[in-house]
């Protein structure tokens, strides 16, 4: 009944009207059509918080952990209930599309986005991902699984080439959005980047295998077409040109009023340029949406909360423990005992300045962040060790490289409130309007008729004497000046089409000012409009050079005289962002120094690590306790400390493999050359990778410690399955027993491997995982499904999923380096899946 409603509305609509519709009406809102009853559907960034439809700092969102660190949980039903919580935080903002689950790999670590993606393995992402869009759109938001696909990289993303086998798209990157789909998910976003010579708003992946039928029999008929329904966005400004677009799969151009389409795609179907049958389908997807988000016809009722008001704080701290990953724990130095605690130093500038959350389009606004300060303070007051004197050293001079003004140490000189002054001037220098804000960063302006320039003022307290650094952020012509004195006026010209670079994150043009210690002084930026340039302007300032020593020497010393020192490290904006790829993967500034003095001072030292993806930790051998963090969301000290303190066990197992050094990593380059990227190593990725060079990593993927331990004491399996059932999968059981003190929660991952083949296998891949908890001493059994696709492979030959007759090892363990249980398990020629089981639980 609905699609024949859907039907009839397309009906009603002339040619005028459908073209209309497939262009943004704004940048995050498409059309209304009255005719049909249909109203705009509002859209918005994204994985780890819901923005809205503006970048307004007065506009909070609650922030959740960034999705590395939701994989990192291995745990689906939390994501799912995060899933939900999202949708509540969408519809509370009018929001009707949420722009994730990002779903692309961490086929490098120098990936610049990978706190975005969730792993590096396609079934731990597929899984992960399916949780995510289910909870979503259990609240009624429509999920969008971007960026289709093999969008693994941010050096030139717009352009580059992606040259990749068509098994290794198959097998590994098109995976999880096959998985996203077979979930139901109600929107796909196509990437910037070409695949194989077609541009993906182009590509004609779109359409096989994204919206072709399924075969009648499953996926195992030519082509394995997937069957999607939804509508496919592009991502912001990827539909670059007007005719071939309109003739692939891809069905809405964002952002809006303009686009390629909206200037000449209406013309085009005129002249029998682009087929009109093509034209409904994009239609008739985009009303299927309308209908699915309750944007169509008669609003509904209003939707439950899927997660009470009064928990959301909670599950976001629960979520915290949930994907920290405990990779070393010597001594049992943790969890901390607060009643033996007398005094505890905290380092590192992340304790005070905690990154929660990536950079680029994702970013939301917090009402409030807990800091691992704040957190650990809060959590002795909690738990027993209130006597606790806790020390802070930053143990690094502050950053020399300028911060958004932020209203703790500035005012607006009209109200003489915490924060600035924003106005838009016309070409004449009349102000057209005036605003209070919270902070030196204003992606978005108001937009108000007429406007010629931004101008951001403000009073400006130092906190210390000396050369202070002044940064302008935009494009054109700008200027800076300080009690009316002028230190910058130039014209900087565009030099860059990347979206991040233009509208969100412009370079800062800097200028430095003798500045004396709470001496306020005002500080007037501006920036004028022109065409094509964005609006984003920024105003951010860095104090004067620190004293490193000193510094250094305070961290030391807090270090020396205390029970337990907790230092927290971890990247900055510039080294781990969107629009770039990291150049290191070393931590900046010292960091590795500082971990290194603070070891030798104190015995009893836990690192925190405070990234979104992998880091060289060289020093990893010399500190007893070590946690990556991730980037934990708004309330990662509490989160933190509640692991720190045994409130809560450490949930997670890597979702990535973590190298030694860099110059040991498999995959590595993502630099195209001649505007192509080859994926030569297909599917060895990740794990896989390491293992195929016989390399060993710092942490191999999927390992994780909790604060009890695991014996692995046995493993069973069919002896033989079909070779002809392609769909049917196998139940692993794997027998361990918790031989530690107390409570925990084990990952219990199997991998298959296979020596004699005729196919390009891994050494060894992720096949399923299930997790277990037991009380201490208790035994359990896990039960590991491996779906169909476990045993299987993707024949180009025939364009279908085939398995290969022969004999597998199932490896069975804590991790992709650690696999103490193993048994066979054969593909016969034909014959149906045996009942017979074989126990193996000799040691490999």
Excluded at 65 to 73: E, F, G, Q, V
Aim: glycine share 10%; aromatic share 4%; proline share 7%.
């Amino acid at each position: 009944m609905a699609e024949d409603e859907t039907e009839r509305l397309l009906e009603k609509l002339d040619i005028g009207q459908k073209v209309r519709l497939l262009t943004g009406a704004s940048n995050w809102r498409t059309y209304d059509e009255p005719a049909v009853g249909l109203r705009p559907l509002t859209m918005s960034d994204g994985p780890a918080g819901v923005r809205g439809d503006a970048w307004d700092e007065r506009r909070t969102s609650l922030v959740l952990p960034s999705p590395t660190a939701l994989a990192a949980s291995w745990d689906e039903e939390l994501v799912r209930e995060l899933g939900g919580l999202l949708a509540d935080e969408a519809l509370r903002k009018g929001v009707r599309v949420l722009l994730a689950p990002t779903l692309n790999l961490h086929r490098s670590p120098l990936g610049g986005r990978h706190f975005e993606c969730f792993s590096e393995d396609p079934l731990l992402t597929a899984r992960t991902g399916v949780a995510f869009v289910t909870g979503v759109q259990e609240g009624g938001v429509a999920a969008t699984a971007k960026h289709f696909v093999a969008n693994d990289a941010e050096t030139d993303r717009l352009r580059v080439d992606v040259r990749v086998d068509e098994r290794t798209l198959r097998e590994v990157y098109l995976a999880p959005f096959e998985a996203a789909v077979d979930a139901g998910v109600w929107a796909v976003m196509s990437a910037y980047n070409k695949v194989n010579g077609e541009t993906m708003s182009a590509s004609p992946l779109l359409d096989r295998p994204l919206k072709e039928d399924r075969p009648a029999h499953g996926d195992r008929g030519p082509g394995g077409g997937w069957g999607f329904d939804g509508l496919v966005v592009s991502d912001w400004g990827a539909v670059r040109s007007p005719l071939d677009t309109a003739r692939s799969g891809q069905d809405l151009a964002m952002p809006g009023p303009c686009s390629p389409w909206a200037d000449g795609l209406l013309d085009a179907v005129r002249a029998g340029l682009v087929d009109e049958a093509r034209i409904d389908d994009k239609v008739r997807r985009l009303l299927r949406l309308a209908r699915r988000v309750g944007a169509l016809g008669e609003p509904g009722p209003a939707r439950r909360h899927m997660t009470p008001p009064a928990g959301r704080r909670a599950l976001l701290r629960r979520a915290v423990a949930a994907g920290t990953v405990l990779l070393r724990n010597e001594n049992a130095v943790l969890p901390l005992d607060p009643a033996r605690l007398r005094r505890l130093a905290v380092v590192g500038a992340h304790a005070t300045a905690v990154r929660i959350q990536g950079g680029g389009s994702a970013e939301v606004f917090p009402a409030s962040v807990v800091t691992p300060l704040a957190g650990i303070e809060a959590a002795l007051r909690d738990t027993g060790g209130a006597d606790t004197e806790v020390t802070y050293a930053p143990g690094l001079p502050p950053h020399t490289r300028p911060r958004p003004l932020d209203p703790a140490w500035t005012r607006d000189p009209r109200d003489g409130q915490p924060g600035v002054l924003v106005r838009l001037l016309d070409a004449d220098g009349a102000e057209l309007h005036a605003e209070h804000r919270l902070s030196g960063r204003i992606v978005e302006p108001a937009r108000v008729p007429g406007a010629a320039t931004v101008e951001i003022r403000a009073l400006v307290r130092p906190a210390h004497s000396g050369s202070w650094t002044l940064g302008v952020g935009g494009w054109g012509l700008i200027s800076l000046s300080v009690d009316g004195r002028t230190l910058l006026s130039e014209e900087f010209p565009l030099d860059s089409d990347d979206p991040t670079r233009v509208h969100v994150a412009p370079p800062y043009r800097c200028a430095r000012a003798e500045l004396t210690e709470g001496v306020e002084v005002e500080v007037v930026a501006r920036r004028r409009l022109d065409p094509g340039t964005g609006i984003a302007t920024l105003l951010a300032a860095a104090p004067p050079p620190g004293d490193a020593e000193a510094a250094l020497a305070e961290a030391v010393a807090a270090a020396r005289a205390a029970d337990v020192a907790v230092v927290v490290v971890g990247t900055t904006e510039e080294s781990e962002s969107e629009g770039r790829d990291r150049e290191s993967l070393a931590l900046p500034g010292g960091q590795d120094a500082l971990v290194r003095a603070v070891a030798r001072a104190n015995p009893r030292t836990v690192v925190l690590v405070n990234s979104g993806g992998p880091v060289e930790l060289p020093w990893h051998l010399d500190v007893p306790a070590l946690l990556l963090a991730w980037f934990p969301g708004q309330e990662a000290g509490h989160g933190l400390a509640d692991v720190l303190f045994g409130r809560a066990e450490p949930g997670g197992r890597l979702p990535t493999t973590w190298a030694r050094d860099r110059r040991d990593v498999p995959v590595l380059d993502t630099v195209p050359r001649d505007g192509r990227l080859p994926y030569e190593e297909g599917v060895h990725i990740g794990h896989r990778a390491w293992l195929r060079a016989g390399r060993r990593p710092a942490y191999w993927f999927g390992h994780g410690l909790g604060y009890t331990t695991w014996a692995y004491e046995g493993v069973e399996a069919p002896a033989t399955v079909s070779a002809a059932d392609g769909e049917a999968g196998v139940d692993v059981r794997v027998r361990l027993r918790n031989t530690g003190p107390r409570r925990g929660r084990e990952v219990v991952q199997v991998y298959l491997a296979r020596t004699e083949t005729a196919v390009d296998r891994p050494v060894r891949a992720l096949a399923g995982y299930a997790a277990v908890e037991a009380e201490a001493g208790e035994e359990v059994v896990a039960t590991v499904r491996l779906g169909a696709r476990a045993l299987s492979h993707w024949s180009v030959e025939s364009g279908r999923w085939e398995r290969e007759p022969g004999v597998f090892t199932l490896l069975a363990g804590s991790s992709a380096g650690e696999l103490p249980l193993s048994t066979a398990l054969t593909v016969s020629e034909k014959g149906p899946v045996t009942p017979d089981l074989a126990m193996e639980s000799a040691l490999r």
